[in-house]
């Protein structure tokens, strides 16, 4: 599917049949587009249009680079349709001198956001550099709300690991916080990936090493590319802290796995220990000797049952003041 922008007062507003005046558009989306498409809109605006297999490429200078007259660059992009369903795919933004051509295969949010907001607001989409530059601050913006929200959530997970190991607890809580410590890794993975690849993206606009690419950045609004760069460079700090606390959730998590799986073990070794004094006097008065005096006494029953009890109860006294119970 191909949408085409044109700028109205710095508004980006849809245009219905982009074939009939290219010229005046500043920004072409296209999501999954259909080999058709690919040839009319090449043919349309004289540059080629990268093909999904080459946009999975993870060479730098098959991401970066510059070829007739156009800058093609290619970052990791996070969809996130639904909190357990997460897909990261590569877009291509191919910024030519006269307009912005994004290729997808996926549905970032921010992609659709940025076209609605655009449509209402200002922001400034006067050419392909700007548009780049507004869609960039856009897709970094939805990742800092999603590094925030991931941050709440292991939040919350630390307090549910940390109080699973209550009383109250069950099993069960520990082994779906492993699940939500799983999911929390691959989407601070997902989120690493992506904020490398626009760092790339952001470093090769500011330092072009072509002199092609420096005249097609040259419009570029050095401060905000600028902010941009600073702005990635903090959210990586921030994944990383919380890539490290992930680490420390899933050792904590198999940590108290571990000490419930040790008190169970000691309930049985105790209850083991306990009864084994009472197990040895009803084994030795269950031996059938012929010449054994208690059993012809007439309280020898209940001796033989109160020396079980007491048997019984010494050790388990002896643990609770020990304090190992």
């Avoid at 080999?35 to 999975?56: C, K, N, S, Y």
């Avoid at 601050?137 to 940390?162: C, G, H, Q, S």
């Avoid at 084994?283 to 010449?291: P, R, W």
Wanted: aromatic share 8%; with cysteine.
């Amino acid at each position: 599917m191909i949408t085409a922008y044109r700028s109205e007062a710095g508004r980006l507003e849809v245009v219905p049949d982009w074939m009939a005046d290219v010229s005046r558009i500043v920004w072409i989306d296209l999501v999954t587009p259909l080999v058709e498409e690919e040839r009319a809109l090449e043919a349309a605006v004289g540059v080629e249009i990268p093909t999904h297999d080459d946009m999975q490429e993870i060479e730098p200078s098959s991401r970066l680079y510059s070829a007739q007259g156009a800058l093609y660059l290619t970052a990791q992009v996070i969809a996130t349709h639904d909190p357990l369903s997460t897909e990261i795919g590569p877009v291509t933004f191919v910024l030519m001198p006269d307009r912005l051509v994004t290729v997808r295969y996926h549905s970032p949010g921010s992609f659709d956001f940025f076209a609605t907001w655009a449509g209402s607001h200002d922001m400034g989409c006067t050419s392909g550099q700007s548009t780049l530059m507004a869609l960039l601050e856009t897709v970094v913006d939805r990742l800092a709300d999603v590094l925030e929200a991931e941050a709440r959530k292991l939040d919350t997970l630390t307090k549910t690991i940390f109080e699973a190991h209550r009383p109250s607890g069950k099993s069960s809580t520990l082994a779906a916080v492993i699940q939500r410590i799983g999911r929390a890794e691959d989407m601070n993975g997902k989120l690493v990936e992506s904020l490398s690849s626009l760092q790339r993206v952001l470093t090769f606009l500011d330092s072009p090493v072509t002199e092609e690419a420096k005249a097609l950045v040259n419009g570029l609004n050095r401060a905000q590319l600028g902010s941009l760069r600073q702005d990635v460079k903090s959210l990586q700090e921030t994944a990383m802290v919380q890539s490290r606390k992930v680490l420390f959730l899933l050792d904590a998590t198999l940590g108290v796995i571990n000490i419930r799986q040790s008190d169970i073990i000691k309930i049985f070794s105790v209850v083991a220990f306990v009864f084994l004094p009472p197990t040895l006097i009803a084994s030795i008065y269950g031996m059938n000797f012929a010449y054994m005096p208690e059993l012809t006494w007439t309280w020898g029953y209940p001796m033989a049952l109160g020396l079980m009890v007491v048997s019984a109860l010494v050790p388990y006294a002896i643990f609770r003041l020990k304090k190992w119970l």
